[in-house]
């Protein structure tokens, strides 16, 4: 059974950082991509982030470009995000899911809360 | 603003078919066949129903079917439950900066 797991998030002040890790099971993680998408409280889904079974191909949304960086363990079946200079709209709950070939999502974790407030 | 539209709501009866649209452009569901649609149900994570326009995952009913049309996407649910009540999210693949686009959602309500 495919299982992904978040951990990592919290309460942060705007500027500051916070690490998302996931941990994956049930399927061989380095022969997927992985990707992070996140969803403001009421708000629709947004993709944040993506990088291939490698890890040598990374690619993000402008929104977070130059702020984000996503990597993986593939030792440790584990994908992290790394958010540095946080804004207030950063906040949302960041869902970790498996990336499919087609540009599709095919299993999601069940969210990370983060919230960005002084 | 989302990159691809859909309508805020949509309802129907049980037993009723509905169609939720999905419209973007030639760089995103025009120009590729990676269309995708999720369901979320309240505090859940989003759950793949039709991924590549209209290919459905194993466990998924055969009462929710995909497809496209030009720079727009539908997805159909026939025959109606109760329990389809919930959000749903197109998404595709798009050729810029933003790799993966997604729409702004539309709920479902079952009358």
């Known amino acids: 059974e495919v299982q992904l797991l978040e951990s990592g998030g919290g309460l942060v002040q705007p500027g500051g950082s916070l690490r998302l890790s996931c941990a994956a099971s049930?399927?061989?993680?380095?022969?997927?991509?992985m990707s992070w998408v996140r969803q403001a409280a009421g708000k629709g889904l947004e993709w944040v982030s993506s990088?291939?079974?490698?890890?040598?191909?990374?690619s993000y949304a402008d929104s977070v470009k130059g702020r984000f960086s996503i990597s993986r363990d593939n030792s440790k079946n584990t994908v992290h995000l790394q958010m540095n200079s946080l804004r207030v709209e950063d906040a949302a709950v960041y869902y970790c899911?498996?990336?499919?070939?087609?540009?599709?999502?095919?299993?999601w974790g069940q969210g990370a809360l983060v919230t960005v407030s002084s | 603003q989302s990159a691809l539209t859909q309508p805020a709501s949509v309802s129907g009866s049980p037993g009723q078919s509905i169609t939720i649209s999905c419209t973007g452009t030639?760089?995103?569901?025009?120009?590729?066949?990676?269309v995708s649609w999720y369901q979320q149900q309240p505090g859940k994570a989003p759950k793949i129903m039709i991924y590549?326009?209209?290919n459905r995952p194993s466990g998924v009913s055969n009462r929710f079917s995909g497809s496209k049309s030009g720079n727009t996407a539908s997805l159909t649910i026939s025959g109606l439950q109760a329990e389809d009540e919930a959000d749903y999210y197109c998404?595709?693949?798009?050729?810029?900066?933003?790799?993966?686009?997604f729409g702004g959602g539309t709920k479902l309500t079952v009358l």
């Open positions: 899911a498996r990336a499919r070939s087609g540009y599709y999502r095919d299993y």
């Open positions: 049930g399927f061989t993680f380095s022969n997927y991509a």
């Open positions: 990088l291939t079974g490698s890890g040598d191909t990374t």
């Open positions: 030639s760089s995103d569901v025009g120009g590729y066949n990676y």
């Open positions: 590549e326009v209209s």
């Open positions: 998404s595709s693949y798009s050729s810029s900066s933003t790799v993966v686009v």
